[in-house]
């Protein structure tokens, strides 16, 4: 079939017809007013040759006059992908020779620049998309706009945007003139602009219908011809929207915090590292006496902080304990939340256990951080044994051999609350590193306090990044080999025993349970896929300035906070001598304490490494009895779907291949909101604007220092090129990032908290970091000069490249 009525498309053609005449066929047949028209379908492109007699015979029956001729590709007007502008328009066609060539330039239009570019951004594969054009006849607007049925800006799905503009609808796609813009949010409306009230309530009555119908938020273009009749030109779903959170039958409006950058991560999870790591955060926030809903939204986890916020002791808390963790960016979404009517306290329950944790807990707790503030030398030795009993228990039993064994050890494997002589030091030490800053008001500021808690002993992930370290400067004979060899190849080559041995397999014993996004179950870690360890080696192969060699630099960072130590002791004392005093002791003890802050993720990452390691060996016999593609496929099912393949032989491949598309589109997102309303809002959209600063970008000091150097934007640890003093620019790190640190010369990151992962080891470092920066990614280039001054948390770029 080469052409087809566009009455006669639906919605499964969009491989015959693309994606906009499958939806111009859907709204033809809900009875929606649509310019009749045709297709010439992507057999037709499929041939390469117009099939002329058949679409001058369609034009015929169409009445041979204007048209309006367009690409409806197969990869267009999706879910994903709008590709909005991307591909070729032509209005006003007239006659059979100019139809044609406006049909041949639309199929042209398939591979030009901008098309390709938008493809290659998005992961669409080029060689599997064809062209369809759709022809219908003109229409003459007296007003035309774009209608979108959520705001696109701030993503409630309770608001209707409506820009419009008279004439054609071309000068509001295009940008090309002054548009009239109306926000409907169901208030009376004044006569203004070029709608007049009642075609703005036609239009919302049209958009709640089309939204009902296509189940998801659309971008509608229309048009008001000369007799008054409203015609609608496209319907496609808004592709930028963050996914909504999940409805609920509550009536008053809920808040979500988004939790997973506090671990470092905002790609999406797993289906399978979702049900544990909400699990595992309802069991981090246990101590603290918090209970807060763990809810996936677009694969990212958020915590629903509706009942704290609602609760008069809760949030008297709330802001507070957001400052560890969560940082200045949640803490200001947080205020804006809790000076909204709607979120007015109404009881004292549900968010937090009546006056936080429980008697017995806060027994503990106290006890637990006086004996590690007392005697930090045993308090560490008590951890560590702890840890190492961890490691060992985390391995199967023998007798764990079938796929359901193995499928009842994971399902045992919840996680308890950890075990006192791991929580409680790193609390002491979180304290005692947090607390100096208010005893020293007005004697010492934060690049003070930042530069003494720089060098930090007895903490895993720096002993990691260091041993990784001492393995490049051991594999110098191996150097061009592994600068050379792409690290894929290098890591098949060590699986198959065909590397020379550089001493990774000791690494890997004591480290491969690491890596990336590492709380993820679905996540590879590194004695799994090696290739990020061999990017990062080759990154420190390439430090040949003694100067800046790792270990140096930590020896010097921790000798400069010693030093910093002693002046501003002596300084306080002086001044506030009780203050003094307390400060000293506590900042003495942060240098014993506040480096096991990453010992606990540590611990718990054998755990969940053998739990991995299990469900991949489910996944093999599943794969094998034809139920599964591949054995990973498991880490995008559920633990109850997992039992009903083991069980009853359920196949779940296309719930497989249906959840990786999502995953692969959501992995191509980069800006996850900090916090969400139930109706979708994007709590940081809606607050004011930071005054503008040339050149400048604002954010949270988080570790002093002051260096220049050009930008390294990086999203994939795994695969970064780090030269020796470039600046890190990131979304996000969590400890699979922090090996990069050793070459970086500064830290730029758009989220985080300063006792966060990433903070936390550049100040051990001893290099700047300047956090919270919104948007650092896109607003910072590759090669950019930038300035980094983690004391004023600034940093200033300049329009020079770096060559």
């Known amino acids: 079939m080469r052409v087809i009525a566009l009455s006669e ?28 028209g045709f297709c010439v379908t992507t057999e037709a492109y499929r041939l390469g040759v117009l099939p002329r007699e058949e679409i001058l015979d369609a034009y015929r029956r169409l009445g041979a006059g204007p048209v309006a001729v367009r690409s409806s590709a197969t990869a267009e007007d999706l879910p994903d992908a709008s590709f909005a502008g991307q591909q070729e328009t032509v209005l006003d066609v007239t006659g059979a020779a100019d139809l044609l060539a406006a049909i041949t330039k639309c199929w042209d239009s398939l591979h030009n620049t901008r098309a390709t570019a938008y493809r290659d951004a998005r992961g669409v594969d080029h060689t599997a998309v064809r062209m369809a054009v759709v022809v219908q006849r003109m229409i003459a607007p007296d007003v035309a706009g774009v209608l979108f049925t959520a705001n696109p800006v701030t993503g409630c799905r309770t608001e209707m945007l409506v820009d419009a503009a008279p004439g054609p609808g071309t000068t509001v796609v295009d940008g090309a003139a002054t548009v009239d813009h109306y926000l409907l949010d169901g208030s009376a409306r004044d006569e203004a602009g070029c709608v007049p009230p009642a075609r703005l309530a036609e239009l919302r009555a049209v958009g ?32 930028t929207l963050f996914p909504a959170p999940p409805a609920t039958d509550k009536p008053l409006p809920r808040v979500y915090l988004e939790f997973g950058h506090v671990q470092g991560m905002l790609q999406p999870v797993t289906p399978m590292g979702m049900s544990s790591l909400k699990s595992l955060v309802s069991a981090m926030l246990a101590p603290l006496g ?49 000076a909204d009517p709607r979120f007015a306290p109404t009881r004292d329950a549900g968010g937090v256990r009546a006056g936080g944790p429980s ?30 009993r961890l490691r060992l228990d985390a391995a199967a039993p023998e007798q764990v051999r079938t796929a359901a064994d193995r499928l009842r050890f994971v399902r ?59 393995l490049a400067r051991g ?71 003694p100067r800046q060699a790792p270990d140096r630099r930590f020896a010097q960072a921790a000798a ?60 093999v016999d599943l794969a094998g009895a034809g139920l599964l593609d ?22 779940h491949r296309d719930t497989v291949a249906e959840r990786r598309a999502v995953h692969r589109r959501e992995l191509r997102r980069r800006a996850v909101p900090v916090a969400l309303l139930s109706d979708g809002t994007d709590v940081e959209a809606v607050l004011p604007a930071p005054p503008a600063t040339d050149g400048t970008l604002t954010g949270v000091g988080a570790a002093a220092g002051r260096v220049t150097g050009p930008a390294r934007v990086v999203h994939d640890p795994g695969t970064a090129h780090i030269e020796p003093g470039e600046i890190l620019v990131a979304p996000t790190t969590d400890p699979g990032w922090t090996p990069l640190f050793l070459t970086a010369g500064a830290l730029v990151t758009e989220t985080g908290a300063i006792m966060a992962h990433g903070p936390t080891v550049a100040r051990e470092y001893g290099i700047p970091a300047v956090i919270c920066v919104p948007d650092a990614t896109r607003r910072i280039s590759t090669g950019q000069i930038v300035t980094v001054d983690g004391a004023a948390g600034t940093v200033t770029v300049t329009d020079a490249i770096a060559l």
């Open 412 to 470: 045992a494997q919840e996680p308890d609350e950890s075990p006192d002589d791991l929580v409680w030091p790193i609390v002491a030490g979180m304290l005692a590193a947090a607390l100096p800053a208010q005893l020293l008001k007005g004697i010492a500021g934060p690049d003070e306090i930042h530069t003494i808690l720089g060098g930090m002993p007895h903490n895993v992930t720096i002993e990691m990044n260091l041993a990784l370290w001492r």
């Open 560 to 619: 400069t906070a010693e030093a910093t130590l002693r002046e501003l002791v002596a300084r306080a004392r002086r001044r506030r001598p009780v203050r003094g005093r307390i400060a000293g002791f506590l900042l003495r003890r942060a240098r014993s304490l506040a480096g096991l802050r990453e010992a606990g993720k540590f611990a718990g990452l054998y755990q969940l490494r053998e739990m991995r390691r299990q469900l991949l060996l489910i996944g």
């Open 475 to 545: 594999a110098g004979e191996h150097r061009r080999l592994l600068l050379d060899t792409p690290p894929r190849e290098l890591a098949a080559r060590y699986r198959h025993g065909t590397l020379p041995d550089i001493g990774l397999a000791a690494f890997l014993a004591a480290y491969g349970h690491r890596g990336a996004a590492e709380v993820d179950l679905g996540v590879p870690r590194w004695d799994e896929d090696p290739a990020p360890v061999f990017a990062v080696l080759a990154n420190y192969l390439r430090v040949t300035d």
């Open 290 to 338: 918090i209970r807060a809903e763990i809810v996936d939204i677009g694969g990212r986890l958020y915590g629903d902080l509706t009942d704290m916020a609602r609760s008069r002791s809760g949030r008297r808390q709330l802001v507070r304990l957001l400052a560890v963790d969560f940082g200045p960016r949640a803490q200001a979404v947080m205020r804006h939340v809790l």
């Open 359 to 388: 008697a017995r807990t806060a027994g503990r707790a106290v006890a637990g951080i006086v004996r590690a503030l007392a005697r930090p030398d045993l308090a560490r030795s008590r951890m560590f044994a702890a840890i190492e």
């Open 9 to 36: 498309t639906t919605a499964d053609m969009v491989d015959l017809v693309g994606g906009k005449a499958a939806g111009l066929g859907e709204l033809i047949r809900r009875g929606e007013r649509v310019p009749a």
């Open 630 to 651: 591949q054995p990973d496929d498991i880490m995008f099912l559920t633990l109850d779907e997992v039992h009903t393949a083991v069980h009853e032989g359920a196949d």
């Open 208 to 239: 709640e219908r089309l939204q009902r119908h296509f189940g998801r938020p659309q971008d509608v273009e229309w048009a008001i011809d000369r007799q008054g009749l409203l015609w609608l030109l496209q319907s496609r779903p808004i592709t």
